[in-house]
């Protein structure tokens, strides 16, 4: 098992920045992929965001590439998800996840409980 806990979320105008943050425990963290999701109200949850274990490969959704920038700290046992010129359309519920396997499939088996971020015009 993997445990997970995000935080950073928040309320920013549209061009803004958050950076959010997710610590894992449990299981060895470094050895997992670990991926952002998010989900907006009336939406179907996207796959926002995964970074491999092994290289630090990654993976970004279309509509964040340039803006979104995801890293991991294997000695904190942390994941961060660095979000510039933040958009009303990236309004959502933020939840991190670990799989074992393909960082870039949305498969992923843990989930963490998320956190709210809310972009104003």
């Known amino acids: 098992q993997v445990q997970l806990v995000e935080s950073g979320g928040g309320l920013v105008q549209a061009g803004g920045s958050l950076r959010l943050s997710c610590v894992a425990s449990g299981r060895t963290f470094s050895s997992h992929a670990l991926g952002w999701f998010r989900q907006a109200p009336g939406k179907d949850r996207e796959f926002v965001s995964g970074?491999?274990?092994?290289?630090?490969?990654?993976y970004y959704l279309d509509s964040v590439k340039g803006r979104f920038t995801i890293s991991r700290d294997n000695a904190k046992n942390t994941l961060y998800l660095q979000m510039n010129n933040l958009k009303p359309e990236d309004t959502a519920v933020y939840t991190c996840?670990?799989?074992?396997?393909?960082?870039?499939?949305?498969?992923?088996?843990?989930w963490g409980q998320g956190t709210q971020v809310t972009v104003s015009s």
């Open positions: 970074i491999s274990w092994i290289d630090a490969s990654t």
């Open positions: 996840a670990a799989r074992l396997g393909n960082y870039a499939s949305p498969d992923y088996h843990y």
